[in-house]
């Protein structure tokens, strides 16, 4: 009989062959992450609403229907967190936001129907910045989320609380999305995969919105749902459940005839044209362990894989006014105005901050510009090479309750200017993916960014299985379980 340690380590394809094998039952993994929840919590606050209550009678439902010979998907009786900016039928879905303390969505997000009908358990929803408005994880509702690999420090956003609980064994997949790296950021800073496929391969349906409220959206031409996982693989067959069109979101594309998340992760890199950069050409300051560790990653590429890398980059002038002038484009200026002067000092300041700001129709139209202009660098670059490598973030994780750092390698920068090597990914759509490249001297993880062409998920997630396969991390766990006992 597995104990609650072994199954709290699996990840989740092998839970879900053991549970399908009944050598393991739903009702055991569950009761088994809720006693991880329970160990967890008091130290990360990953979770701001658990639901165990559901998660038990969710599984006991996959547990009766095993029993009977009925069929079951392919994720039946694995544990996952949904994202508190992901609606859930019933369940509040608060967003950070204490407008939102008390909202209950009447439908499910798609992504989570999808998830339920594969026979995946709901644990709860976790914590995020207030609507996702920040890569770092507090808000003036919950608890801020800690990092597993040291509570001082943050363990990203806007997917704060998704990234913590997987890093730390609170369930082995979690859903995040993505409107500026926000799956990708807590993959890095938390030693965990996480990545935001090509734009319209996973619907965005319906975001949050209540009539008692005014009317806060998603960014929708810049966010993508995706999974947070231990492992590529996980990542992939959470992919095979979620993506896939739907007529509630009129961008999502098609899957090619024939394709198979999973098997898009068989095969080798050799011959591929590899570009890198550590610093976008100047403009991206980056931490010099980051620097070292990317640049070691990057070699594995070389060496390992064998392909042929190059230092380069696309050539575009820095996108970071354009892409906060396409959030506000993307933003119910109105109506989160209103909420602000609801809220005042309830709301968090950098947020009230950029909403009482005087935001011009120029600058709106300018953001379409870069936006158009970062797209167009990008589809001619990736004419001449196959996969792109950065880091994931300019820094390693800093501490709880600030945005971000003002001086990165001995230069003056913005407060959220530690995320250039995410957001033009947003900008152009394309796939990008964050793995674990390493760890620093004082046992923060590094993320490594691939970055695929136009709809080139299959090969982002073959360089991905291959780099893990290279450079394996699914069995480093952060030293807070150990101190625990756990």
Same mark, same amino acid.
């Given at each position: 009989?597995?104990?609650?340690?072994?199954?709290?380590?699996?990840?989740?394809?092998?839970?879900?062959?053991?549970?399908?094998?009944?050598?393991?039952?739903?009702?055991?993994?569950?009761?088994?992450?809720?006693?991880?929840?329970?160990?967890?919590?008091?130290?990360?606050?990953?979770?701001?609403?658990?639901?165990?209550?559901?998660?038990?009678?969710?599984?006991?439902?996959?547990?009766?229907?095993?029993?009977?010979?009925?069929?079951?998907?392919?994720?039946?009786?694995?544990?996952?967190?949904?994202?508190?900016?992901?609606?859930?039928?019933?369940?509040?879905?608060?967003?950070?936001?204490?407008?939102?303390?008390?909202?209950?969505?009447?439908?499910?997000?798609?992504?989570?129907?999808?998830?339920?009908?594969?026979?995946?358990?709901?644990?709860?929803?976790?914590?995020?910045?207030?609507?996702?408005?920040?890569?770092?994880?507090?808000?003036?509702?919950?608890?801020?989320?800690?990092?597993?690999?040291?509570?001082?420090?943050?363990?990203?956003?806007?997917?704060?609380?998704?990234?913590?609980?997987?890093?730390?064994?609170?369930?082995?997949?979690?859903?995040?999305?993505?409107?500026?790296?926000?799956?990708?950021?807590?993959?890095?800073?938390?030693?965990?995969?996480?990545?935001?496929?090509?734009?319209?391969?996973?619907?965005?349906?319906?975001?949050?919105?209540?009539?008692?409220?005014?009317?806060?959206?998603?960014?929708?031409?810049?966010?993508?749902?995706?999974?947070?996982?231990?492992?590529?693989?996980?990542?992939?067959?959470?992919?095979?459940?979620?993506? !896939?069109?739907?007529? %509630? /979101?009129?961008?999502? =594309?098609?899957? &090619? *005839?024939?394709?198979? +998340?999973?098997?898009?992760?068989? #095969?080798?890199?050799?011959?591929?044209?590899?570009?890198?950069?550590?610093?976008?050409?100047?403009?991206?300051?980056?931490?010099?362990?980051?620097?070292?560790?990317?640049?070691?990653?990057? !070699?594995?590429?070389? %060496? /390992?894989?064998?392909? =042929?890398?190059? &230092? *380069?980059?696309?050539? +575009?002038?820095?996108?970071?006014? #354009?892409?906060?002038?396409?959030?506000?484009?993307?933003?119910?200026?109105?109506?989160?105005?209103?909420?602000?002067?609801?809220?005042?000092?309830?709301?968090?300041?950098?947020?009230?901050?950029?909403?009482?700001?005087?935001?011009?129709?120029?600058?709106?139209?300018? *953001?379409?510009?870069?936006?158009?202009?970062?797209?167009?660098?990008?589809?001619?670059?990736?004419?001449?090479?196959?996969?792109?490598?950065?880091?994931?973030?300019?820094?390693?994780?800093?501490?709880?309750?600030?945005?971000?750092?003002?001086?990165?390698?001995?230069?003056?920068?913005?407060?959220?200017?530690?995320?250039?090597?995410?957001?033009?990914?947003?900008?152009?759509?394309?796939?990008?993916?964050?793995?674990?490249?390493?760890?620093?001297?004082?046992?923060?993880?590094?993320?490594?960014?691939?970055?695929?062409?136009?709809?080139?998920?299959?090969?982002?997630?073959?360089?991905?299985?291959?780099?893990?396969?290279?450079?394996?991390?699914?069995?480093?766990?952060?030293?807070?379980?150990?101190?625990?006992?756990?």
């Amino acid at each position: 009989m597995a104990s609650v340690n072994e199954i709290c380590r699996m990840d989740a394809i092998s839970l879900a062959a053991e549970i399908r094998a009944k050598r393991l039952s739903p009702v055991e993994v569950v009761e088994a992450a809720l006693e991880r929840m329970e160990q967890l919590e008091p130290h990360l606050h990953a979770f701001c609403t658990p639901t165990p209550e559901v998660a038990r009678e969710q599984a006991a439902a996959i547990e009766s229907a095993i029993a009977s010979g009925k069929p079951v998907g392919p994720l039946a009786g694995v544990p996952y967190g949904c994202k508190d900016l992901i609606c859930t039928q019933g369940i509040k879905t608060v967003s950070g936001s204490l407008a939102y303390a008390e909202f209950v969505p009447d439908e499910d997000d798609v992504v989570v129907e999808r998830l339920r009908e594969a026979g995946a358990v709901l644990l709860g929803k976790t914590n995020v910045p207030e609507f996702g408005y920040s890569g770092a994880g507090h808000n003036s509702v919950f608890p801020a989320t800690r990092n597993p690999w040291n509570t001082d420090r943050t363990a990203g956003g806007s997917s704060v609380g998704s990234g913590a609980a997987v890093a730390s064994g609170m369930g082995p997949i979690a859903l995040g999305s993505d409107g500026g790296g926000s799956i990708r950021i807590p993959a890095s800073f938390s030693g965990l995969y996480g990545m935001k496929a090509s734009m319209g391969r996973v619907p965005l349906y319906p975001g949050v919105k209540d009539e008692r409220y005014p009317g806060v959206s998603s960014w929708e031409a810049l966010e993508h749902i995706g999974p947070i996982t231990r492992t590529v693989a996980d990542a992939a067959l959470m992919l095979s459940v979620i993506a !896939g069109p739907d007529d %509630r /979101d009129t961008r999502t =594309v098609p899957i &090619e *005839a024939g394709f198979d +998340w999973l098997e898009s992760l068989e #095969g080798d890199l050799q011959g591929l044209r590899v570009a890198y950069t550590l610093d976008w050409g100047g403009y991206a300051a980056t931490d010099p362990r980051v620097r070292e560790i990317i640049t070691e990653a990057v !070699g594995v590429f070389e %060496r /390992d894989l064998c392909c =042929v890398v190059e &230092e *380069a980059r696309p050539g +575009w002038e820095n996108p970071y006014d #354009g892409f906060w002038g396409m959030v506000i484009r993307e933003t119910d200026l109105r109506g989160m105005r209103v909420l602000a002067a609801q809220l005042g000092d309830g709301m968090t300041p950098h947020l009230r901050e950029v909403l009482e700001a005087e935001w011009t129709a120029e600058q709106l139209t300018d *953001a379409t510009m870069v936006r158009k202009a970062v797209s167009n660098k990008m589809w001619r670059f990736m004419r001449e090479y196959d996969l792109l490598l950065t880091p994931t973030l300019a820094v390693p994780a800093f501490e709880v309750g600030i945005q971000g750092p003002t001086e990165i390698d001995g230069r003056e920068v913005d407060q959220f200017e530690w995320l250039h090597f995410t957001y033009p990914m947003n900008l152009t759509g394309q796939p990008a993916a964050s793995i674990p490249a390493g760890w620093t001297d004082d046992g923060l993880p590094v993320g490594l960014q691939i970055v695929g062409p136009h709809l080139g998920d299959a090969l982002v997630l073959r360089a991905s299985a291959c780099f893990e396969a290279a450079r394996p991390w699914q069995d480093r766990w952060p030293p807070l379980l150990d101190s625990l006992g756990l």
